[in-house]
Each structure stands twice: as C-alpha cells, then as structure tokens.
C-alpha cells in the first residue's frame, strides 16, 4: 500500500526532472543559435554593403524571397583594395524560388566581346573591370554580362585568389575528383601535381586546380567545370549545420578579400532557400564556344549568334524575364554581327 502511494510522487519527480532537462536542452539551443546569428551578423556585415544599383533592364527591385534573381560570382586576380583588377572566373547564377531551380552559367575569360564604355572596343570579357573607371569595375562587368546574356544580374559577390584560398582553409579543405594528370604552379611559385582520383585539397592546392586550363584537352570549358565544382562543394559546406557554426571564423579568414552586394537580411533566406533547392534541379548551362586569335587581342574565345541566343533564352526562362525586343538585333550565322543592345560577335574559325 505504502508503494503505491510514493508512486505518483516519483512520477511528478521524473517529470520535473524531464522538464528541467528540455529546459537547459532549449536554452542551449537559444543561445547556440544566438551566438552562430550573432557571429553571421558580425560577419556579413564586414563585407556587405557594396550596393549593387536596381539593373536597368528591371522596372523595379526583386525580392529574393519570392522573385527569380541572379547572382554574378566574381573572381578577380585584385590585391588589396586596388581597382586594376581583371576577372579570373565570371559564373552567373539563375535562381528561381518557386520552383526551387538554379541554373548556372560559366562565362568564358577570354570570350570575345564589346567592351562597355570604351566607345565601341572589342576585347576579352574579363577587360570589362580595368576599363570600367567610368562606372566602375564592379558595374562595368555587370554591363558587359547584362548586355551578353539579355539577363539583368541583380546580385554579386566577388573574391580574389587569397580570399579564395583563405575560405578553402577555414573550411578545412575541399574533396575534388580529378579526372586526368596535369600540373599547375601555385600564387606563391610551388609546382602542384595532379594525379587522378578523389583528392582532399588546401586553399593554395585548390586555386591551382580551378586555375589550370592550358594542359585541359577541352580548354576553357574543362576549366569552368572544375570551377563550378569547387565553388558548389564550397556553398555546400557553408550551408551546412557545421558550417553555419563556423561561419563567422570563416568569413573572418577570408577578410578584406572578399565582399558583395546583398543585404544582411537577405542572408538568412538565401541560405534556407539553397538549402530546400534539390541537387537534381541544380543545373550547369554549358555556353559553345570556338577558338580564334584576333589581332591586338590574342587568343579569345567566339559565341556564335545561334549558340547565344540558346543560352539567352534558357535563362529568360528560368527568370520569366521576357523583355520586348528592341528591333536593333542584325545577326548573320557567319562572320561578325551587331546583337541586342550593340553587342557585337566574330564569327570566329
């Protein structure tokens, strides 16, 4: 009898006991989840606030929650805060948060194009940061891109090779494949050798990787490959549980060498919503290109009208940005030709 008396008593002990525990387990949380927001915080705050201007082929803002955006990634070869800079990676990303896709396109270093601002001069894509003392580096690419692709670019976020190399060892590494033997000298003169295979890299071993093209049988487009695939395993790791923990050390080891357009209280979003985009529905657009060497230039690399207005129209789509024609496009299938809005192509050989 007496038993069955305690009885009910150790169950309201158990139960406080229980409750206690869930307590401290939910102000663990409250505070862990404080602590990595407040270190983003700090973090982000650090390397936004570049404005990037409303795109001009935008009637108004997009709002990333809802609206489909793109993000220009930018690597440079810029030391310091110096302006002379040039682009060493230009890959374009098409999101759209309604039907949870990405698509992705890498945009050739050497891609013979008009340069903006220059009054009609044709160069490589990645002269557009050196000629841009009008608008500005930053802003004189997004034109150049802008005036390529038929797409507005909403968004940036650019990083040189020692941010580059910094975020990799803050991360602790990145796993790569690669797919054939070749050799590449690291920024700071070490020779780096590739054998093939699945191979954990460091910063330095990683920007060598993403950088070699010349030893690559398919070129440009061999190297925009590795490209997208280092930066893909890098957001991965960002976005991931023990990344958000680390975030502020991270962005911390990247410093100055890093920096972009979005507001801090897009963040959050953003991170939710790549995390909810399925991997299938991320997809790579590969842009076609030929080979050439102009003179004055060198060797470039050549869109043909056919070939661009595949890429332009995959893009629109995936933006649901249709925008009337202008009348001004004048394309022949051979030889140079004047595109929408003046932008002008070789045919190439």
Known sequence: MADQIKSPVKKKKGKRIFLTLLSIVILVCVALGFSVAWQMWGALAANSGKKLPKSDMRTKQVE????????????????????????????????????KSVKVVSIPRDLYVTIPN????????????A?????????????????????????????????????????????????????????????????????????????????????DPRGDLGRNERQREVIATLIDQIASTNGLLNFGDVMKAVGNNFEMSFNLSDIPGLINLYRTIPKENI??????????????????????SSERQRVITILQDQLNFHPEPDGNAAIDSEGSHTGVNGTEESGGK
Do not use: C
């Open 283 to 304: 997809e790579t657009v590969e842009m076609k290109v030929t080979f050439d060497r102009i003179p004055g230039v060198g060797d470039v690399d050549i869109l043909h």
């Open 64 to 99: 990333m929650k809802k609206d489909p955006f793109t993000v220009l990634l930018i690597g440079t070869d810029q030391r310091g805060h110096s302006k002379d800079w040039r682009t060493d990676v230009l890959i374009l990303a098409a999101v759209n948060p309604e039907n």
């Open 118 to 129: 220059t009054n009609g001069m044709k160069g490589k894509i990645n002269w557009s940061a």
């Open 131 to 215: 000629y841009g003392t009008k608008v500005g580096p930053v802003e004189n690419t997004r034109e150049a891109i802008e005036n390529l692709l038929q797409v507005p670019v909403d968004s940036y976020a650019k990083i040189n090779f020692q941010g580059f190399e910094n975020i990799v060892d803050a991360l602790g590494g990145v796993d790569v494949n690669v797919k054939f033997p070749f050799h590449q000298r690291a920024i700071g003169g070490k020779m780096v050798y590739f054998e093939p295979g699945k191979h954990h890299l460091n910063g330095a071993e990683a920007l060598a990787y993403v950088r070699m093209r010349h030893q």
